[in-house]
């Protein structure tokens, strides 16, 4: 996400040229949610895909500190 800009209000927005997406944990159950919005849909997937990826990273990296 380099070269974009960042809210921090409600979870992460992350605001590219090329669209945005959001990443926040359900306050009412027990998940992440990942919104996006971008020029067409092909776009906006490939922004929450790059989200589950980052998500995912993030979270394979905390599993490893604990072992």
Same mark, same amino acid.
Do not use: Q
């Given at each position: 996400f380099y070269k974009s800009r960042m809210d921090f209000l409600d979870?992460?927005?992350?605001?590219?040229?090329?669209?945005?997406?959001?990443?926040?944990?359900? =306050?009412? $159950?027990? /998940?992440?949610? &990942?919104?996006?919005?971008? !020029?067409? %849909?092909? *776009?906006?997937?490939?922004?929450?895909?790059? =989200?589950? $990826?980052? /998500?995912?990273? &993030?979270?394979?990296?905390? !599993?490893? %500190?604990? *072992?």
């Amino acid at each position: 996400f380099y070269k974009s800009r960042m809210d921090f209000l409600d979870g992460i927005k992350i605001i590219l040229n090329k669209g945005w997406i959001h990443i926040r944990a359900s =306050g009412t $159950e027990p /998940i992440v949610r &990942i919104i996006a919005e971008s !020029k067409n %849909r092909e *776009e906006a997937e490939k922004l929450c895909n790059l =989200g589950i $990826e980052k /998500i995912m990273k &993030i979270s394979n990296s905390i !599993k490893r %500190r604990k *072992e």
